[in-house]
């Protein structure tokens, strides 16, 4: 067995490229919500710069504290449409910045999400490249440890696996992973189609609560409705 610390796997199982184009223009919202509301990163993922549109297929990085190295080999090691996903145990060294973000360009890459910071963002937004950071902080790192590539890795409360499909947009993150892709595309079209005759019959005049059944809720032997208006002040002022 070997007594290895680092893991650096060269090949990934990605979905059809077919595929993944047609999440492309798919809300991070209804695809996570196609899923049964799983896949999404936690708020603390946030854009990093003015482009946020993101789809992609994952190759992961766990960096060691303080040290970016594995970024780069990762970015050696990606294909054109790839998304890079960065698992960081701190942020106060740079994960990403405008110079991996020229050399990725190059490379046709995606876009980045690290569960780290990253720096250089108005070079970056310049260069019109998607990032998405847990922070931003101009904190250097060092490049001696080359960290894990394509291992499972844990960014923004999401397992994602080399190969996973990768969605954001301004509302953030989604996860979806590769042997679920199919699916979830169909159910997010569904919810797609669904949503746009919501909006016809509200054009049409209809009410959002009744559409949807929430005027029903009324109706619970739990919610006592009560015809007001109700004196709020003068049950303070009784209160002391």
Known sequence: MSDATYTVVEAVERPPESLVEEFRGLASSDVHEAMGKRGAMSPEITPATGNVALCGTAVTVSLPPGDNAGVHLASSIADPGDVLVVEAE?????????????NA?????EGVVSGGNVRDVDGIDELGFAVFSRSVGQNGAVKQRPGSVNVPVGVGGVVVTPGDLVIGDAD??????RERAAAVLEAAREKEAAEAELRRRMDEGEELPDLIGVGDLLEGDDVERVRGPVDYAGNRAEGG
């Open 90 to 102: 701190t942020d106060r060294a740079a994960t990403w910045g405008e110079l991996t973000t020229r």
């Open 105 to 109: 360009m190059n490379a046709g890459i």
């Open 172 to 177: 953030g993150v989604t996860v979806v992973p």
